[in-house]
Every structure is written in C-alpha cells, then in structure tokens.
C-alpha cells in the first residue's frame, strides 16, 4: 500500500490512524490530490496577505494541513479520529506546530480567513452547519474551494455553496473527484437551526441531534432493539461505547439508576448531544453521574473498570465501510470489563459479530433476535 504522496513538490508520508495489521488503504484520496494540485497550480498563497490564514475543513487523515505545512491554517473536524491522525502525520512529516490550530466542529471560525478548502462530508447537515459558520466570516475576496468524490457531489450539495456562500460551479472530474468554486456574495441569510430534537414514543424523551449525529433524523431500529433488551442486574459501572445522540446509555441510566454511565463516541457533536439530552431527560443527579468523553472507544481507558459495557458498533471510517473499528472496540471491551462484566451489542445479522466474540471472550450469547438484528453477550471469565 502506498504511502508516499509526491504531490507539487513535495513527498509527505501519510498513514492512516488508527493504524491496523495490513492496511490496504491509503490516508488521501483524489480529492485530496485535486484540491492540492489546484491550490499549487493557481499559487492561491499569493492570495495570503499578512495575518490571513487558510480555513481546512473536514481534512480526513492530514494529506491538506501536512501539504500547507507553511501556511498560518486552521483546521476544523467533526472526528476524533481525524484530529488524532492529523497530528500524527504532522509529526511524521516534521511539519511545524506554531502556525497551526486544530478545532472540533463545535467552535466557532477564525475572522481573517481568505482562503477555505473543504472536503466534502457524508452528511449534507453537516456541510450545511459548516457552511453556514463560514458565511459568518467571509468577504466578497474570501477564496472558497471544495472537492468530493463526483457521486457526492450532487445539486443539493451546489445548492448549500449558492444559499450559504455565493456562485458556484464545478470542474470537470478527475480521477472520479470533482472541485466546487463558490465565489462569496454578501447576502443575508435567514437564520436556521441546524440541530433537530425529536421525541421517543412512550419515553416521552426528546432527543437533541447535532448535524453529524448517527442516525439524526429518527430513533435508530438497532439502537432501539438494544434499549428493549438491556440485560437485568445491579450494575454500577455501565459504558455506551460509539453512544452518537446517547440514546443507549440514557435507557441504561433509566434502568439502572444508580450506575455511573460512561458516553463514549469520536465526533465531538455526538458527545454533546448525548450530554444534551441526558441533563433534559433523565433526572439531575443521574446527569450530574454520567460522564461523556470524546475518544477513539476505550483507547486508554484502565482494565478491569467496567461491568457492562453496551455497544450498536459502527461500521464505517470517514467514506469507508469497515468492521475494523467494531473490532478493536470488541477486543478493548474485554480489557476494561471487570470479571463476569458483560458486553452486550447489537448488529445485523449479516456482520456475524458472534464469531469474533467467541474468539475474543471464548463465549457468546444470544440474547434475542428479530429479522434483521441480533443482540449477543459476551462475558469476561477470569
Ligand atoms: C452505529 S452508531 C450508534 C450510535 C448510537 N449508539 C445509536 O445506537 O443510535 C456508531 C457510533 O460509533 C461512533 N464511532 C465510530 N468510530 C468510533 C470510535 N473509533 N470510537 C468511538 N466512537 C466511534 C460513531 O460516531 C457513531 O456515533
């Protein structure tokens, strides 16, 4: 797998984190390679003048803040993930630290940008909530580039650029990847909350969603199926490992109110939904109990600390279809579990989850199934 991006001359070594035994996939992609290529061809840091800066949004494993390593930039994500490769890559590539800020998805932008590349999200909410935190700081000279693999790239995604920013067109495609130009036009544009709150029958809860949460728009059917089926006991120490809105561990804070609850996701505006609508649901001090942490799963977390742990276990990184984090989320499980502590997850059946906890644990249970999902438990023996 390659490694080395030779790009505009220069060669950074680029890997993805986290990182895994045999990896085929490399840490940039021709959206990556287009966006460079176009910054470096047109010399936009010509553009630059003293105190201004580049904005990167949604820069996925480092290729575009490695590459402007001598650019004032700051560099916006939704993920942990992200953030955490970034870094790494920085240091890989001895890239300066002085002139560079990493922000989570929730802060505000820097006022003297001039020039944004963006990277198209999965998710048009998202897009939608950073474009509108960019029409909050841009001027009619604010150069605004963005690129997407072209069956991303669609008139909804064109229509967010012309209602947020300005005229928008496209390039032709290169290597499946297509570049977006939206020249600013200052305009007012009605204010909109982009964070939706809906309800769960019969719970009476109503669930907060930033714009990059799982699942945003409705009750997940799997995170549903979990809640149904949290196992009986007294349990104290309870983890909702990958928690997005938080929706798991709140039935866990409700059926075992004496637990201290443990929200766990990579996306920052997962964790604060879940915070969200733990202190508006569930009673003051089950809120006041519940810590939520922004983390790649259990990475770090002491062994032996937790005696139950739930999971409905992502299966995508960034663009990719993956089972690689479940995985690792499975195998950290057991090392956090305290003896007889349990795991207990939800999957569709086709992910065949159940073979990986037998290998893992040595057992594995299940606790019910229905058409499409199963919910299995895996105990730590000692
Ligand atoms: C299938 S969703 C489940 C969300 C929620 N528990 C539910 O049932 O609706 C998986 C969640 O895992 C999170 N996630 C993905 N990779 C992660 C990682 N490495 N560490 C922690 N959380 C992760 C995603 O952001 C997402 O919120």
Redesign the pocket.
Known sequence: MNEALNIADQTLVLHRH?RIKNETLQAWDSADEYLINYFSENELQKQLNENEQILLVNDSFGALTCYLQAFQRTVVSD???SINSIKLNMQRNRCPEENLLLQDSLQQFPENVKIVLIKIPKTLSYLEEMLQKLHAVITPETIVVAAGKVNMIHNSTLDLFEKYIGTTKTSLAKKKSRLIFSLPIIKEVPEKEIAITWEIEKLDWKIHNHAN???RNH??I???F?MDNLPKGDFSKVV??????????MAASAAYPKAQITF????YM?IDSARINMQKNLPEEQAENARFVV???L?GFKPRSYDLIL???????QQTITDQ?AW??FNDAHFCLVDNGELVI?GNHHLNYQDKLERIFGNCEIVSQNKKFVILRAVKMD
């Open positions: 986290p993920s942990y993930l949460v799982f699942s009750l997940d799997g995170g549903r979990l909702d490992l990958g928690c997005g809105n938080g929706i798991i561990g766990i996701d990579e996306s997962s983390n790649n799963g990475v999971c409905n276990p992502p299966f995508h990184q984090i690792s989320m939800v």
